[in-house]
């Protein structure tokens, strides 16, 4: 049995849902966000309390989902997500242009990447930059791509790396 899908959702001040023909619609301070209802789900609001039922058991699997992404929907529009990115080698820099992120990553030519809109990216020196948004999914995205530019390699470090992430080191040549 699901138990994240059982899980009461509890709506703050200032944010509104409204399922309108399957598609929820989450309001907030910060912004507004869209989610279609998957099959088979419905949703029951009473005062600032969701509940979210199954019509069969062939939607049992995507329970616990539609209850996942409703919840951070209502986080995004109140707090919002953020990711926080460094890079670590000799010359490698990020450089924030209007809605571009030019990064110098060691190849023989800058890579610019366009930051999709509804995401802001603020640089917190040349090293290291902040991903925010309102969307997980989109930030989350963003981030992956950005750090896909130069993973983290295990013998010396280098590449582009999240901010709490531990890369696990080899030895090398030398230990044997």
């Known amino acids: 049995m699901s138990r994240i899908g059982n899980r009461i959702i509890t709506v703050p001040e200032g944010v509104t849902v409204e399922n309108v023909n399957n598609i929820v619609t989450v309001k907030g301070p910060k912004g507004t966000l869209t989610q279609p209802m998957l099959k088979d789900i ?8 969701i509940t979210l039922e199954r019509l069969n058991e062939n939607a049992k699997a995507m329970h616990g989902t539609m ?10 529009v109140t707090n919002g997500y953020e990711k926080a990115l460094e890079i670590i080698g000799v010359g ?16 023989s030519h800058p890579v610019e990447m366009k930051v999709p809109e509804g995401l802001t990216v603020e640089a917190n020196g040349n090293t290291e930059i902040t991903i925010k948004g309102i969307d ?3 930030v989350g995205e ?14 010396k470090g280098k590449g582009i790396r999240y901010k709490d992430e531990h890369v696990s080191r080899k030895e090398g040549k030398k230990a044997a």
């Open 136 to 138: 997980k999914v989109l």
């Open 67 to 76: 209850n996942a992404l409703i919840n951070n929907m209502i986080t995004g």
């Open 42 to 49: 419905t949703m029951k609001q009473e005062g600032n309390e």
């Open 92 to 107: 490698y820099r990020f450089n924030v242009q209007g809605n571009k992120l030019v990064i110098s990553a060691g190849y």
């Open 142 to 155: 963003f981030a992956a791509n950005v750090r896909k530019v130069r993973q983290p390699e295990p013998y």
